[in-house]
């Protein structure tokens, strides 16, 4: 992990304090997605190596004067040069970090948590279930299924988000969706009558989707209650609640599981998640206010 | 119509109903196809049909003055569309507009009412098979009324 | 300098009066030391220069949601039981400077002057404290990553470790199965016997570092009968305890019972005042605090002490994941006392009792769990 400086190895564990510490990274590309959420393409410094992460970690985005964030990962893992962060903005950072302009430096912790089982996967069809902002976590994986594309059976990509305005990545989605090896459905809450797509909650799309429920590994992330009604759409189609993943989200302040904001039932969402397997938290899905 | 029993029969809606009840409704089935762009019923106008949608897209949608029509939901291949038919006053509550070539299997409705009306088995599986699809439709009207992709209020 | 002469193995007698020179020696082997004193109407730690430092002739009172000290009738070094201070401040500090930097570009420096130029002596530690120790140690140490900070904090300590006697009045330790008796982690573990005609010190010697501060000072091989005695009252101490927590399957049974109409009843008395998270020995909960100079040209950033009782400690855009304070006490106590044992394959509790003297409504951890499980609604069907 290049973020993570090593200046001692124990048999377990390197020393922390410098994993508290953001390396600098200029910004040198910031694209506007829709009207809450902005993407910023960012390169290492000062010869720092680049942040070579997996599917599904986040890092710690550090905005001079302001505060730190925790933000997934949303690029290529293949081209870790570039460090891409798609972020929307809904709190005092995320709304400054809109402001910030290429040339611009931001401090970076990470990469930290675990990851989207791609490898798990081959062999298996995927399904991509994406709501909203939760499309960009899954981009990296999305990328990853399609460098090795002829390894797994068929798939789909699910993507529910508020209006047509709000779709991200609408040029890729669009792109992909071309392909004639992938299956993408794309719907939207509501929609003026100029939207030749669907109109209706994302799991509308599950029955209908392209994949065997007993051979699949399917990728869930969006708001919790999208997540909690997606897990219900699955276990009707008889997905395996060990084949279905979710990204959970909480308070985060260290991201190497110190500080125990992000803790979530004995879980701790920064270093045993985001990324979980639906069956390793099941009993906790469910319990409010956890 | 024979070459429309294979197909509602297969069609889940219509699964566990006896053959003689089947017969019945395949009796009240035509085939009918829409062009992208037309309206297969309107906000207002009696409802005095159901239909299969076998191919194609329809955009339920609510008009309103200042913004223009705004589609709530998209229904495609398999899905039930309207039923304002079995409900008084038996009036569409939204436009059905056709967004691609659409196929569909349209029933109908008044001569199915009538029927229900003298056999009651017929009417309650009817009503129980839709009462099963407004279910759906009002869960998933819910999740869309969280706007859950919106900003926290 | 007296030989010693080791007739029951390991364990030894420091006579009261040799007492002073135990410290002193430390003193001079250039050890900070840190220990029990009156202070502020508690027992508190923290540097201390001698044996007159120390609480002679107190004792103290405790019960749910009360303290207070009272006068012995002998002269006791160590006749009390744990004050709201515990060894955790010492070694994770309240707050620790990370880093510093200017705007130009993050020109950062670590936060290296808070290594600490001297190692410390950690005089008067319970054996509950011991495993609490041990315990942040699997955290701070045995985790994915190794925090900087309580790591060259933690090193060097010395410790003179005194088994307890008598239990506190909120103690529990026997029912967690971390004393009276300290049995690890320690340099050197003292019983204090004190009676009309005698006052000495039942001296175990737990390392080689021990041994050699223990040679410095006069002391005697310990007698059968004097280690017998001892034993007797620790062992008495452990059958006193006033409280008792069933840790019988407690995990599992903890986790049964998120729904259970008992958070209701505790979440109204509850004022999530987080004393309770501030005064046990094993809490570990940060935040992280970026501040920024009024000229906006420079930054730090430090990490200080949070608890999970505070309405923003659980906060995700739009609002707080347990907004409830019946949520925030129960995720406090099935943390402590079940999703510990998952993190870390330890209970978080040590039995101190603080958490229930300190608690200003008189909360006990002990009643709560007890309680859940005895009116645990076992479900008839499989």
Same mark, same amino acid.
């Given at each position: 992990m290049a973020n993570v400086i090593e200046t001692e190895r124990e048999s377990k564990g390197v020393l922390t304090v410098e994993s508290m510490l953001p390396l600098r990274f200029r910004i040198n590309r910031v694209r506007k997605e829709t009207h809450d959420a902005f993407t910023l393409d960012l390169e290492a410094t000062d010869g720092a190596a680049a942040c070579k992460f997996s599917p599904g970690q986040f890092n710690m985005l550090y905005m001079f004067g302001v505060g730190e964030v925790p933000i997934s990962i949303s690029g290529n893992p293949e081209t870790p040069d570039t460090l891409v962060h798609t972020i929307r903005a809904v709190g005092p950072v995320t709304k400054a970090l809109r402001t910030v302009k290429r040339g611009e430096f931001l401090g970076i912790r990470g990469p930290f948590g675990s990851t989207w089982p791609v490898a798990e996967a081959v062999g298996n069809d995927v399904v991509v279930v994406a709501g909203g902002i939760g499309l960009a976590p899954l981009r990296p994986a999305i990328y990853q299924l399609f460098a090795e594309? /002829?390894?797994?059976g068929k798939i789909a990509i699910l993507y529910g988000t508020?209006?047509?305005?709000?779709?991200?990545y609408r040029r890729e989605l669009e792109q992909w969706r071309a392909r004639f090896d992938i299956e993408v459905n794309i719907t939207v809450d509501r929609a003026t009558s100029n939207w030749r797509g669907n109109v209706g909650?994302?799991?509308? $799309?599950i029955p209908k989707a392209t994949f065997d429920p007993y051979n699949s590994t399917v990728l869930v992330c969006g708001p919790e209650i999208m997540m909690r009604f997606t897990i219900t759409a699955l276990q009707k189609r008889g997905?395996?609640? %060990?084949?279905i993943y979710v990204s959970m989200e909480r308070n985060m302040k260290?991201?190497?599981?110190?500080?125990?904001?992000?803790?979530y039932g004995p879980f701790f969402v920064c270093k045993d998640g985001?990324?979980?397997?639906f069956d390793r938290i099941k009993d906790w899905f469910y319990i409010r206010e956890l | 119509m024979d070459t429309l029993e294979p197909i509602l029969q297969e069609h889940p809606f219509l699964m566990g109903l006896n053959p003689g009840h089947i017969k019945l409704i395949v009796g009240c089935a035509s085939n009918m196809r829409f062009d992208a762009g037309q309206k297969i019923f309107q906000e207002g106008e009696e409802a005095n049909a159901f239909y299969v949608v076998r191919s194609g897209k329809v955009a339920l949608e609510i008009y309103a003055p200042d913004r223009g029509s705004l589609i709530v939901e998209t229904l495609g291949a398999g899905d039930i569309l309207g039923w304002?038919?079995?409900?008084?006053?038996?009036?569409?509550?939204l436009d059905a507009r056709v967004v691609e070539l659409t196929r569909l299997i349209a029933l109908d409705g008044k001569c199915l009412r009538k029927k229900c009306e003298e056999d009651h088995e017929l009417g309650y599986e009817l009503l129980k098979r839709f009462a099963s699809i407004m279910e759906q439709r009002l869960e998933a009207t819910r999740m869309q009324l969280l706007d859950l992709y919106g900003e926290r209020d | 300098m007296k030989k010693s002469k080791e007739l029951t193995g390991n364990i030894f007698i420091i006579e009261r009066a040799d007492f002073d020179a135990l410290l002193a020696s430390l003193i001079q082997h250039k050890y900070q030391l840190i220990g029990p004193t009156v202070r502020n109407a508690t027992i508190e730690l923290c540097e201390i220069?001698?044996?007159?430092?120390?609480?002679?002739?107190w004792t103290d009172a405790q019960n749910e949601g009360t303290y207070s000290l009272e006068k012995r009738n002998d002269k006791a070094l160590f006749g009390f039981a744990s004050g709201q201070h515990s060894w955790k401040q010492f070694l994770h500090?309240?707050?620790?400077? $990370?880093w510093k930097t200017n705007?130009?570009?993050?020109s950062t420096e670590s936060?290296? /002057? /808070?290594?600490?130029?001297r190692s410390v002596a950690f005089i008067g530690a319970r054996s509950c404290d011991l495993h609490a120790i041990s315990i942040q140690d699997k955290i701070f140490? %045995?985790?994915l990553y190794a925090d900087r900070s309580y790591k060259l904090r933690r090193r060097d300590v010395f410790i003179v470790a005194v088994n307890c006697t008598k239990p506190g009045g909120t103690c529990f330790c026997s029912s967690m199965k971390?004393?009276?008796?300290?049995?690890?982690?320690?340099?050197l573990a003292l019983t204090e016997i004190i009676n009309d005609h005698q006052h000495f010190f039942v001296t175990e010697v737990g390392t080689e570092r021990g041994k050699e501060i223990l040679n410095e000072i006069p002391h005697h091989a310990a007698s059968r009968e004097q280690v017998a005695s001892m034993e007797e009252l620790i062992a008495g101490a452990s059958r006193t305890m006033g409280r008792l927590l069933n840790? %019988?399957?407690i995990k599992n049974m903890l986790y049964r019972n998120y729904e259970h109409p008992r958070w209701n009843d505790v979440a109204a008395r509850c004022?999530?005042?987080a004393n309770c998270t501030m005064v046990c020995p094993t809490c570990f909960c940060t935040t992280i605090e970026d501040d920024t100079s009024l000229q906006g040209d420079n930054a730090e950033r430090r990490r200080k002490w949070d608890s999970?009782?505070? $309405?923003?400690?659980?906060?995700?855009h739009g609002g707080s994941?347990?907004?409830s304070v019946k949520s925030r006490y129960r995720q406090w106590l099935i943390h402590k006392l079940a999703a510990w044992i998952d993190q870390f394959?330890?209970?978080?509790?040590?039995?101190?009792g603080r958490c229930i003297t300190w608690c200003p409504v008189g909360i006990d951890i002990t009643k709560e769990a007890n309680a859940i499980r005895a009116s645990e609604k076992i479900s008839s069907t499989t």
């Open positions: 594309r /002829e390894r797994y508020r209006t047509p305005a709000d779709i991200l909650v994302v799991t509308n $799309l997905v395996p609640l %060990d084949h260290c991201a190497v599981g110190f500080c125990g904001h992000c803790q985001p990324v979980f397997s | 304002s038919w079995l409900i008084p006053p038996y009036q569409w509550h | 220069g001698g044996t007159n430092d120390l609480p002679v002739g500090l309240p707050t620790v400077r $990370l705007a130009n570009g993050l936060a290296e /002057e /808070e290594h600490p130029d140490l %045995d985790s971390t004393g009276p008796k300290a049995t690890s982690s320690f340099d840790t %019988d399957n004022l999530s005042c999970c009782f505070t $309405l923003d400690f659980s906060y995700i994941v347990r907004s394959g330890v209970s978080g509790c040590v039995g101190c």
